[in-house]
């Protein structure tokens, strides 16, 4: 079924889009989404891991934003540059008055990347909530054709640093404990037992976490069955049993940085703590780094050995 059918099967009544601004908090609804398609103050991005996604089918509308080249300073291993960030957004036709929605594959993996990147240059995006995995479960509809927008005109805040933590506040806070360091990778990455998940290519050296980490896994945040973020109350929970509370700052790390993302927004959108920094330069950065310690409950301390 096109789009177009299914925008008449849904009907006039059900089609009537709510204004933007009726979108509240950092979670976009599949549903509230699905009647908004046509709202041109509200745009949707694509942010998936796995090639060949958003070809086969999106949602409707939605711009492909490849996290690897749009999203990413691929010679100086950085984000973005505020100059094509700037380029990344003007293509896409937003202004100050767009509800910037993204969603992607892997229950959001990549796509919370992205918002991350979005807020550090000033932008609130939010996420749809169980990403493809929701929407494509609901039977909503899919959409081959790439859109086209008239270019928009933005004037880009600088980036706001206080999200971003670099390796000099990740080694203070292992010396003045002054920050709670979350790895949210998996228990056999954080043990020391594997290197990284099966198939990628950035690696460490070594293998363990940084001193002081406590570790609970990324995926740990979201409902397996649909994709979706646990409630509040259960995330919060959930980060409390790890002393994780919004009392002390927080710095999330991972592998390069995409993951933590996701903890990230968890922890300052949807439970609103203030002062969280996502770390991208993560393990592969700070395991690879000379004279700097690590924890290794695994014994697996240099190239597998």
Known sequence: MSFKQWLAGIGLA????????????PLV??????????????????????????????????VNVNWHTDLVDPVRRDIA????????????????DTTVVLYGDNNNWFAAWGAWVFNVYG???????????????????????????????YDLPAANLSLRA????????????NATLVDIRSAAE???????????????VRAGHIPG????????AVDPATGKFLPKDQLAKLYASEGIDGSKPVITYCRIGERSSHTWFALAKILG???????DGSWTEYGNTVGLPIANLSGTVWNGK
């Open 29 to 62: 609804e599949a549903e509230w989404l699905a009647k908004n398609l046509q709202n041109p103050k509200v745009r949707v991005l694509e942010v998936s891991v796995d090639p060949g996604v958003y070809e086969r089918g999106h949602v409707p509308g939605a």
């Open 273 to 279: 703590f203030k002062n969280v920094k996502n770390y």
């Open 81 to 96: 540059s505020p100059e094509n960030f700037k380029k990344l957004i003007e293509k896409a036709g937003i202004t100050k």
């Open 166 to 177: 670099r390796l000099a506040d990740v080694n203070k806070a292992v010396a003045d404990k």
């Open 14 to 25: 059900a089609a009537i889009a709510l204004p933007a601004s009726a979108q509240q908090g």
């Open 123 to 153: 932008i609130d995006a939010k996420l749809l909530d169980g990403g493809r995995k929701y929407w494509e479960a609901k039977g909503l509809p899919l959409d081959s054709a790439v859109p086209s927008y008239q270019a928009s005109k």
């Open 190 to 204: 954080y043990s020391g037992k594997i290197f990284a998940p099966e198939g990628v290519k950035e690696l460490s």
């Open 213 to 220: 980490a406590k570790n609970v896994t990324w995926s740990k």
